[in-house]
């Protein structure tokens, strides 16, 4: 049966493909694809996981022949029994085994898939007694991923494309070629994304999360159409099924009809057609109407994507998200020589262009590890994030600095230090980098100039602009976060998302005074929140006097045309008129 899941449209686009659910669990699990020449070495891994599970419980059961009945009762051998049935039951045997054979799954993610399946049939049956078992099947799973961990050494996941072969019944997409995969989860970390990376996905939908939380901004980076926020799709939507995302409307349908089904592919065909006709503005420099060249940047998250900014047509990075490279280590962070190695690729692969590197922003909805999450503190996006959490490690903050000093040898690079709000962060963070200096000229190691900037994302900052720009070469709005404090709106919540609004007078306020200021005192300025991305704010922001917009890669096309397209001084006039409405999206339309 068809039916709809409303969320929140966060990358545009049509995606049609098979739905690819990643079971939550309490132990954290990898998820990737394998080589078909090592599917019998992760049937091996399962096989030697639930083994020790087996050895585990026969162990107890011994033990438990020795004991008197009141010291082991009745219920626990029973339940032991239960726990035995499942491991060796063949419906949860040969299920993990198809995942790893036909789609190639990793042994983790097979296991917890058929546990999905399996699961759901527990939850529809009528014996309340036979129900509860599926709390059975999750412990003697969460039991087989332990024993996973500690004794087997997982494959290295290969970097090939997510698509699973049709069937017979998947004809109604008109062949039997490869078909696309749709991923569904509850919540993914940036760092699940950053993983998922290595695997293309035609689109993923989440149960949470908000426009700008980094899942998102992520999910935009890979170009792939997606919808968060919405709520019970994880549970609503079943392995296998077809899924259509539709990014733009924020919808996503299930089971679909032929007629949708080929209504939604037109669709699909139409956006291919539109993105064709953008790659044509590839090599036109990006102009105004009347003269004004404006500086197109990319934002990256892996020093790898500086490649996909060279071919959007990018003019440098405008922001290198650091923090990438801390994600996913079980809090094992990364040394000088390898982030010296991984910031030095990325200035080299922009061949001679600049690179802005963010110094280490980690806090409220970027965990360094997803088994690492501060649960102590009410509100971490309030709390030790960002130059907080650098200011409070200075060991860890000078290796950074060290090592984004030693590769600005290697070409043209900025620092960008997030998140400073009072003068004594200011000056304890230029005090670290002059540290930085001393201590690689007393090593006798070469690093190159640094231009320094600082992002305002609190309105504590913009409203105190005059003590930044006495210590700065440039500043960079992040929109993101300085939408999120000015409204007092958590971005990754979707039950205040609608509350999320760039267009909101104060914010409006913020932007243009920042950009005016910066401006007056002949310093660099740009946007590099999700502001900068939106073909709908390109003119407003344009008309406040921007002329350097930090994005995606694959926005750039899409901004680059409104660019073309515009009279920057006409734009002036109607920018401030905006500002001064009351409904600014009102003011919008009327352009």
Request: glycine share 8%.
């Amino acid at each position: 049966m068809t039916f709809s899941i409303h969320g929140l449209a966060v990358a545009r686009g049509i995606a049609i493909g098979r739905a690819v659910l990643v079971a939550s669990s309490r132990v954290d699990v990898a998820h990737y694809f394998i080589e078909a020449s090592q599917i019998e070495a992760e049937i091996d891994r399962i096989r030697m996981g639930r083994n020790a599970v087996v050895d585990e419980i026969h162990r107890l059961q011994t033990s438990i022949t020795h004991m008197g009945p009141k010291e082991a009762p009745h219920e626990l051998t029973a339940l032991l029994d239960v726990h035995l049935l499942l491991l060796q039951d063949d419906e949860l045997i040969g299920g993990v085994k198809r995942w790893i054979t036909e789609r190639l799954y990793n042994a983790e993610w097979a296991l917890t898939s058929q546990m999905e399946v399996i699961g759901r049939q527990f939850d529809e049956m009528e014996d309340e007694y036979l129900r509860e078992r599926k709390a059975d099947l999750e412990q003697i799973t969460e039991k087989v991923l332990r024993a996973m961990k500690e004794g087997a050494t997982p494959v290295v996941p290969p970097s090939s494309r997510a698509t699973r072969k049709t069937s017979q019944q998947d004809l109604l997409l008109g062949d039997t070629v490869d078909v696309p995969l749709i991923l569904i989860a509850h919540d993914l970390s940036p760092a699940d994304m950053m993983q998922f990376k290595q695997s293309v996905f035609a689109g993923f939908i989440t149960d949470v999360g908000g426009k700008t939380s980094h899942t998102a901004i992520v999910a935009r980076s890979l170009d792939i159409p997606a919808v968060v926020g919405a709520r019970l799709a994880s549970q609503l939507v079943r392995q296998d099924d077809w899924v259509i995302i539709d990014g733009d409307a924020g919808v996503v349908v299930v089971d679909p009809s032929p007629i949708i089904l080929a209504e939604y592919g037109f669709k699909q065909r139409q956006g291919e057609l539109e993105r064709g006709r953008l790659s044509r503005l590839l090599h036109t420099p990006a102009i105004t109407l009347d003269g004004q060249k404006i500086e197109l940047l990319a934002n990256i998250e892996m020093p790898e994507d500086a490649l996909g900014a060279i071919k959007a047509g990018a003019v440098g990075v405008g922001l290198f998200r650091s923090e990438f490279l801390f994600m996913g280590r079980q809090g094992k962070l990364p040394n000088e020589e390898e982030q010296y190695q991984a910031y030095r690729r990325a200035i080299e692969g922009m061949q001679g262009l600049p690179v802005t590197i963010r110094t280490v922003d980690v806090g409220a909805d970027k965990p360094l590890d997803k088994s690492l999450q501060d649960g102590s503190h009410l509100n971490p996006a309030l709390g030790l994030r960002a130059i907080r959490w650098s200011l409070a490690d200075p060991a860890m903050f000078l290796t950074q600095l060290r090592a984004i000093l030693r590769a600005a040898a290697h070409g043209p690079a900025n620092l960008l230090i997030p998140m400073l709000v009072h003068g004594s962060e200011i000056r304890q963070t230029f005090s670290l980098i002059d540290h930085a200096r001393a201590e690689l000229d007393n090593r006798g190691i070469a690093y190159g100039p640094l231009k320094i900037g600082a992002m305002i994302e609190i309105p504590a900052a913009a409203l105190t602009l005059k003590v930044f720009l006495k210590y700065f070469d440039f500043l960079s709005i992040g929109t993101n976060d300085l939408i999120q404090y000015t409204l007092a709106i958590d971005r990754t919540d979707e039950s205040v998302a609608h509350l999320y609004d760039p267009l909101h007078p104060a914010v409006l306020r913020l932007v243009a005074d920042t950009i005016a200021e910066c401006q007056a005192q002949g310093k660099g300025v740009s946007v590099c929140g999700e502001m900068a991305g939106d073909v709908s704010l390109t003119r407003l922001l344009l008309g406040m006097g921007l002329r350097s917009f930090s994005m995606h890669p694959a926005q750039i096309l899409a901004v680059k045309q409104e660019v073309l397209r515009a009279d920057a001084g006409k734009l002036a006039p109607w920018a401030q008129q905006v500002m001064a409405d009351d409904e600014p999206a009102m003011r919008m339309t009327k352009y």
